[in-house]
């Protein structure tokens, strides 16, 4: 694509790294075939191909953001299934990270949808203020239905239905300090405790702590670390997304100089996407680039690191279907696609995968809070094809696919370690029924 900004544009880095991107796009529209919200909504501009054309146009005028480019980026979900298609390498995520930092500096949103954003900036990314939210959570509920005819409440509406009426206490094991492997040693990791994952169902980080260490891995939960910045840096609130970047970097630089680690390991892989993209979004910062670079490089979903290591027979075998569910972060924002389906099938599992695989369910960070509508269509969508499998269980790799999937499936949904961790040995995980789980001990 030709692209026509000036030399002084150009001098802004950021401005110089999209015109690169632009410059790639062909304009071919092979990735419109596969983006949700064009199969959804059927509009060009709801495409990643009319997105690109609207971030250009408005870049290259070094114009504000206006209502019509918000509405068309905001209903895209970052689900990165463009980047997956496209030909000629065009890096989207890059691009429309850039346009929503920009959109941040330039629009001003209307009131409501500003304090929505800001709260959930204020409230997600923070452990102990999203568990006590979710707990006052259970007062609005009564409330969902005169919300969701409010239009402008709509996503607090969401917000009510998506929050689980009960939680599950907080876990020792997420606390810092480090949890020796048993046996002989096969390395050394750090993993990430994250933030919303380690409130709605920190059993999944236990099952990956418990599973490491039976294997030989020693699992160490460094001080300080805490959420990716993932959920901020979708909204475009980019100096709170590198605050946390660069705090994470700083507690796994010292973990690293403290004893060496062979991979940091991330059990949601929207935060590894992110994490493994530390590296791109501190490069302009001296101080921090090669660290970041070096902790990205060391970023690895929990998944990638099992299926490099010797695993011995699994203890039962199972024989249950699952329905793999890939994450859009796992499959097309870190390109795995094979390895949590080898390690369930190894383990004794019968895997099936839904159609249509490649569409994202909905959830994409709080696009299911701030985009209620598309986002349900996507849902229900897949868990027809979910349930079109005819599997007893559902396993995927995200804690958002968890919560979205779960709030309208008819079967259990649980993080693939979960099922890995019982099959080599580990507890059965909660709700999931002796009759789903017929082990062949
Ligand atoms: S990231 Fe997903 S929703 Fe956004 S343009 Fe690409 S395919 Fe479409
Ligand atoms: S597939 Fe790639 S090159 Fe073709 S229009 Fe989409 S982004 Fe551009």
Known sequence: MQTNFSLAQLADPHVAE???????????????????????????LDSPRGRIYLIKDMLENGRPADKEIVTHIDRCLSCLACMTTCPSGVNYMHLVDHARAHIEQ??????????????????????????????LAGLGRPFIGLFEKLPALKPVAAMLKLAPSSLPPAS????????AGQGAKHGRVAI?????????DPAINDAAISLLTRLG?????????????????????????????????????????????DAIVIAASGCGTTIKDYGFMLRLDPAYAEKAARVSSLAKDVTEYLAALDLPEPLRKPGTVVAYHSACSMQHGQKITRQPKELLAKAGFVVREPREGHLCCGSAGTYNILQPEISS?????????????????????????????????????????????????????????????????
């Not at 897949?382 to 995200?398: D, L, M, R």
């Open 18 to 44: 999209s015109e690169k991107i632009l410059r790639k796009c062909v304009h071919c529209g092979f990735c419109t075939a596969t983006c949700p919200t064009y199969v959804t909504l059927g509009n060009e």
């Open 106 to 135: 330039t629009y001003k949103r209307p009131l409501l949808d500003r304090l929505t954003r800001a709260m959930l900036a204020l409230v997600l990314p923070y452990p102990n203020r999203f568990r006590a939210a979710l707990k």
């Open 172 to 179: 020792p094991k997420a606390l810092p300090g480090m949890h």
């Open 192 to 200: 990430l405790t994250g933030c919303a994952q380690s409130v709605l």
């Open 217 to 261: 891995v020693e699992v160490v939960v460094p001080e300080g670390e805490g959420c990716c910045g993932a959920l901020v840096h979708h909204m475009g609130r980019e100096d709170q997304a590198l605050a946390s970047a660069r705090r994470n970097v700083d507690v796994w630089t010292r973990a690293i100089d403290q004893g060496g680690l």
């Open 377 to 441: 269509k996507l849902r229900d969508r897949k868990v027809k094809n979910i349930e079109a499998t005819g599997a007893s269980v559902v396993a995927t790799g995200n804690i958002g696919c968890i919560t979205q999937i779960a709030s309208a499936a008819r079967l259990p949904v649980v993080h693939t370690i979960k099922l890995l961790d019982w099959a080599y040995g580990g507890p059965k995980p909660e709700g999931l029924s002796d009759s789903i789980l017929t082990a062949a001990e």
